[in-house]
């Protein structure tokens, strides 16, 4: 009942007798089962009625779902608008529950049906665990971002976790979210022709690359021993030798990030080409190392089921990764120190013999600042698409999104690259010699 009469405008609506969400599984603990789907697929539908009538909620949280004598209710429509209205929120600001508002939302997104379903799947996340899966406080919105969510196995949590990616395309909806808690129905992954939330009768619960547009398929040493197949069939099929190939969803491309980095940190060689390349090879290694980290989570999730302690169990081991991949981009370093070399020898000599650049001090010192920042462009190239590089690759992808998870961070890079950029202009502008560390001098 809404009155708009008199002196002040107000919204009545009925009595819930009860407590919220937030409260019951505070008291009673976390619910799973078909306590779990009944409590969803009534939050679901209270949810699509909602949206039907063409308004947005905004505000879907634990602490705003009663759990009344006749089931759950969704209340509390103080942030709610309706779908055609004009924007009520001032760029930059975002209002909700900190935990239960989507990335998209975040990001700077209008919030919209979809970001109410993702706030609804958090919630429902809160249900079957307990605790908000993002966190609570400032905290939470950068792993929200992220979108890095750590639930227990029960069934249904596969679909559940896809609810939760940050592809919004890739998202289940609730109806197929409420079906595979009931351990009915599977919701297959976003690929060609396939739509990413079809019901199909395969084997329950299992969802295959749904936090991600692409998937990357990986062999691995460490994933199960000959003849186990517990576990491989949701992230690979086990090969004979007792490795698994390991499918996982592809990391989130920041294209443009990178090619700044990049051709930042090869603008250094014109003033210490060989400390750059030790750079360039460093990074090359760590990148290559967190894929193999992230490589054996999903192998030990796929032989023995998600369990709390694996993240920091391989975390734990990244030295040992490292190891690992300074052995496998071996090839590739190597090749890239004899392709480096090679194009920097013959470029300084091209400008030394004034055929590609002038006589003066500028233009001598101009080309051979190009030369040695074409020679590690050269370098950079072989190191991303040499030998066995595919892990290296797939590597800077995953280091990166996690460094520029959203719009924000991602400019913030590129304007660091930029600037990195301008600095070494203003280095070969003042003539500064470079940089031959180790060698003592001047390579001949």
Known sequence: ????????????????????????????????????????????????????????????????????????VLI?????????????????????????????????????????????????????????????????????????????DFPGVEALTAALGRDIGARPGPRDVVAALRGATTVLPRSGEIAP???????????????????????????????????????????????????MAAAPRRKFVIAMLALATASAAAFAPFITFIFMVLCAVVVRGVQRRALALAAARARRGQRRGDAALQTIGLPWHILRATGEALPSILLAAIVGVGVGALGWWLVGSEMVAGSSTEAQSWGHAIVLVVAALAAQATLWWGPWAELTREGAHRVTAAAA????????????????????????????????????DLPA
Do not use: C
């Open 1 to 72: 009942m809404q009155r708009l009469d008199g002196d002040e405008t107000f919204v009545v609506f009925e009595y819930i007798p009860g407590k919220s969400l937030w409260d019951h599984v505070q008291d009673n603990g976390p619910m799973r089962g078909d306590v779990l789907a009944d409590v969803a697929d009534r939050t679901a539908s209270a949810l699509e009625a909602v949206h039907a009538s063409g308004v947005i909620h905004r505000d879907v949280t634990p602490s705003n779902i009663m759990m009344g004598p006749d089931g759950p």
């Open 76 to 152: 509390d429509f103080g942030l709610s608008h309706r779908a055609t209205d004009d924007r009520l929120t001032r760029d930059g600001l975002v209002s909700g529950t900190a935990g239960y508002v989507a990335p998209e939302v975040i990001d700077g997104e209008e919030p919209g049906a979809v970001a109410d379903r993702w706030s609804w799947a958090a919630t429902i996340a809160y249900a079957a665990t307990g605790t908000a899966p993002f966190g609570s406080g400032t905290g939470a919105i950068s792993k929200t971002l992220e979108a890095k969510v750590d639930l227990p």
């Open 197 to 247: 939330t079809m019901v199909a009768g395969m084997a329950p619960t299992a969802v295959m690359g749904a936090d991600g547009d692409l998937t990357e398929t990986f062999t691995t040493g460490v994933a199960a021993e000959p003849g186990s197949e517990e576990g491989v069939d949701e992230f690979g099929d086990l090969l004979s030798d007792g490795s698994a190939q390991v499918v």
């Open 405 to 440: 998870p959203s719009r924000g961070p991602a400019t913030a890079w590129v304007i660091v690259a930029i600037a990195a950029l301008a600095v070494m202009a203003l280095v070969v502008l003042l003539l500064v010699e470079p940089l031959w560390w180790p060698l003592p």
